[in-house]
T-cell receptor, first 114, second 108 residues
Framework: GAGVSQSPRYKVAKRGQDVALRCDPI?????LFWYQQALGQGPEFLTY????????KSGLPSDRFFAERPEGSVSTLKIQRTQQEDSAVYLC????????????FGPGTRLTVT | RKEVEQDPGPFNVPEGATVAFNCTYS??????FFWYRQDCRKEPKLLMS???SGNEDGRFTAQLNRASQYISLLIRDSKLSDSATYLC?????????FGAGTRLTVKP
C-alpha cells in the first residue's frame, strides 16, 4: 500500500511569507508526528496527533508554527512569517498505535527561506 | 544537555569489519528504544527495536542497559550498503527523541 506522502517536496519562501506543508499518513494510522531536521542533525520533535487531537505541541519552536489534523487523517503544518532559521527538512511520520510502534516517515519537505 | 546523545562519527571502516555505536539517554522514564537508519537525503527507516534482553537481526545486534541508560548497536561483517547515518531513538509515551546520528562509511 501507499506510504506516507508529503507535499510539496521542496519549497522556497521569501522571509516573511507564510507556508503550508501537507502530510498524508498511511491509512488507518492513529498517530501522526511532525519533526524538523536541520542539516547534520537528527529529527527534532515538533508535535504529535492522536487521531484529530493534538496531544503534544511542546516542540513547536514559536507561535509562528501551527499544526492541525482536523479529520484525523491528513495533517498540515503551517509556518507564518517565515524566518531564515526555519530552513530545514520537515518530516512527517505516522504509526499504527499510540506508543512504542514503528514510525513510518514521509520523504520530507525541504524548506528554504531566503 | 540533549536527551539522546550519540557519537557523531564519522566511522570509516573496511568491508567485513565489525563496528559498534553507542547512545546514551537522560530520561529514566523512557519506555521504548529503536535504531533507525537514514540514507543521505532520505527519510529515516526503522532498523530494529531494542529489547531489554538484547536482540539480534542477522548481522545487527542491539543491546539496552537501563541502569546505565545506554543503548548500543553492533554491526558485524559490514557491507558497503551499510553506509548510512544511524539514529538512536528513545520513546517516552508519545514522545520520540532522536539522537543526532552516527555516520558510517564502509569502504571497499
Amino acid at each position: 500500500g501507499a506510504g506516507v506522502s508529503q507535499s510539496p517536496r521542496y519549497k522556497v519562501a521569501k522571509r516573511g511569507q507564510d507556508v503550508a506543508l501537507r502530510c498524508d499518513p498511511i491509512s488507518g494510522h492513529v498517530s501522526l508526528f511532525w519533526y524538523q531536521q536541520a542539516l547534520g542533525q537528527g529529527p527534532e520533535f515538533l508535535t504529535y496527533f492522536q487521531n484529530e487531537a493534538q496531544l503534544d505541541k511542546s516542540g513547536l519552536p514559536s507561535d509562528r508554527f501551527f499544526a492541525e489534523r482536523p479529520e484525523g487523517s491528513v495533517s498540515t503544518l503551517k509556518i507564518q512569517r517565515t524566518q531564515q532559521e526555519d530552513s530545514a527538512v520537515y518530516l512527517c511520520a505516522s504509526s499504527l498505535g499510540t506508543s512504542g510502534y514503528e514510525q513510518y516517515f514521509g520523504p520530507g519537505t525541504r524548506l528554504t527561506v531566503t | 544537555r540533549k536527551e539522546v546523545e550519540q557519537d557523531p562519527g564519522p566511522f570509516n571502516v573496511p568491508e567485513g569489519a565489525t563496528v559498534a555505536f553507542n547512545c546514551t539517554y537522560s530520561n529514566s522514564a523512557s519506555q521504548s528504544f529503536f535504531w533507525y537508519r537514514q540514507d543521505c537525503r532520505k527519510e529515516p527507516k526503522l532498523l530494529m527495536s531494542v529489547y531489554s534482553s538484547g536482540n539480534e537481526d542477522g548481522r545487527f545486534t542491539a543491546q539496552l542497559n537501563r541502569a546505565s541508560q545506554y543503548i548500543s548497536l553492533l554491526i558485524r561483517d559490514s557491507k558497503l550498503s551499510d553506509s548510512a547515518t544511524y539514529l538512536c531513538v528513545v520513546n517516552k509515551v508519545n514522545d520520540m527523541r532522536f539522537g543526532a546520528g552516527t555516520r558510517l562509511t564502509v569502504k571497499p
